[in-house]
């Protein structure tokens, strides 16, 4: 399976304001802390990471996402993206596989901006025929044809369901749930672990551990966390 790892290009756009959307929650009950936190590492190679699991129906998500990008760009660090489609959510895990028939069949770019144009959409998306010709428009402008059927073998779908699973196993019970890790320690943004739900706090925390890992302490800069809201 490849892991869906993203670096924003800079000067990414913000594409939806932020409108006081409330985090989805997973019908999965249970402690409101993480369990076997052993994969909120950055991957091979990066110091810090930014980590995502995200449901592309969520509209808390869909405020997040052009922040994440937003920050991974200023910071030069990675996202990686987990699908956690919620079951409640009518077409949200059909748009996941869609995804991931992009990322490993197409080109993982496109993936990304497959996500940054269906979150900047998202409201208009009622069900699974408006995703289908959000679909088809979607590859049309890219100059790519929409394939008859995306998942034949399902083996797109049983990459999305072992997001899903890695997520039960460290206990997400809402999206998006935002990691900032190291090698060494991680911070939630948004998930179980934290009464915020502010992805704006990406920033000074994405900060904060960059100087973790070279040693240093970050000076407190509350002005300018609050100029990216």
């Given at each position: ?23 989805q929650?997973?019908?999965?009950g ?14 091979a190679g990066?110091?810090?990471?930014i ?23 200023q910071?030069h660090?990675?996202?990686v ?11 949200s895990?059909?748009?996941a ?10 080109n993982?770019?496109?993936a ?5 144009a ?5 409201i ?5 025929e408006?995703?289908?010709n959000?679909?088809?428009?979607f ?9 008859f059927?995306?998942?034949p073998g ?16 460290l ?9 900032v ?13 934290t ?24 000076a ?7 100029a990216?809201?």
């Amino acid at each position: 399976m490849n892991r869906r790892i993203f670096v924003a290009a800079a000067g990414a756009t913000a594409l939806l304001a932020s409108m006081g959307v409330q985090a989805q929650i997973a019908g999965t009950g249970g402690p409101n802390t993480f369990h076997d936190t052993s994969m909120l590492k950055p991957p091979a190679g990066q110091k810090v990471a930014i980590l995502v699991f995200e449901d592309m129906e969520c509209p808390a998500c869909a405020n997040a996402h052009p922040i994440e990008l937003k920050a991974a760009a200023q910071y030069h660090v990675p996202i990686v993206r987990y699908d956690f489609p919620l079951q409640m959510h009518v077409w949200s895990r059909d748009a996941a596989v869609f995804a991931r028939y992009l990322q490993d069949k197409v080109n993982p770019k496109l993936a990304e901006d497959y996500r940054t144009a269906l979150f900047a959409q998202q409201i208009s998306i009622g069900g699974k025929e408006d995703l289908q010709n959000f679909n088809r428009r979607f590859m049309q402008s890219h100059g790519q044809s929409l394939p008859f059927v995306v998942d034949p073998g399902g083996n797109l779908a049983n990459e999305v369901m072992t997001d899903q699973k890695l997520g039960e196993r460290l206990n997400v019970t809402r999206t998006p749930t935002i990691v900032v890790a190291t090698a060494s320690r991680f911070q939630v943004i948004s998930g179980n672990e934290t009464g915020s739900s502010d992805p704006n706090q990406l920033f000074p925390v994405v900060e904060a551990a960059i100087a973790q890992t070279r040693g240093a302490s970050p000076a407190a800069r509350p002005a300018r966390a609050a100029a990216h809201k």
